[in-house]
């Protein structure tokens, strides 16, 4: 039996698709004539509800916030030198889109990291920046979530990370 995760009202959790949300609770509903237990999650930003089954949580990447290490190691990774590949940029978006829908902080970490651009580099494409801003307000949901800081503080120092780097 796969271990229970646990939720309470008012915990933030990640969804892989969706980022940072809020538990609004959990409530029982009929579905197909059975009885089932929904975590039911705000995402504030989307303004949106998602519902997802107690039993599917696990399956779905239904997660807790970073542990603390894990963010660490993923502002590690900002720091360090784009990896970006010389490969077609349609097969470099879905590599991005898949590490950005993962939701693994350190995946998105490395899609920020490579598509950053510094002043005095070349203009992105409008694909390039689309995905680079999705990956970069991922991150800093989550980071502003972690450091109980408004958004705009967490964006601020990823930023400062990104520049020193």
């Excluded at 409530?27 to 509800?49: P, S």
């Amino acid at each position: 039996m796969a271990k229970k995760l646990e939720f309470t009202e008012g915990d933030f959790v990640v969804y892989p698709t969706h980022g940072v949300g809020r538990v609004m609770g959990i409530e029982n509903q009929a579905v197909g004539g059975q009885e089932v237990d929904l975590i039911v999650i705000k995402f504030e930003k989307d303004r949106m509800i998602l519902r997802v089954p107690v039993e599917k949580a696990q399956n779905s990447g239904l997660r807790r916030l970073s542990s603390r290490k894990i963010m660490d190691s993923a502002l590690t990774t900002l720091k360090g030198r784009s990896r970006a590949k010389r490969t077609m940029w349609s097969r470099r978006a879905q590599e991005y889109e898949a590490k950005i829908n993962s939701g693994d902080p350190v995946s998105i970490a490395e899609v920020v990291r490579d598509l950053h651009r510094a002043d005095d580099q070349p203009e992105q494409s409008y694909s390039e920046r689309q995905m680079y801003q999705a990956a970069l307000e991922r991150l800093v949901r989550e980071f502003a979530a972690m450091e109980q800081i408004d958004e705009a503080a967490a964006a601020e120092k990823l930023e400062q990370l990104l520049k020193a780097a």
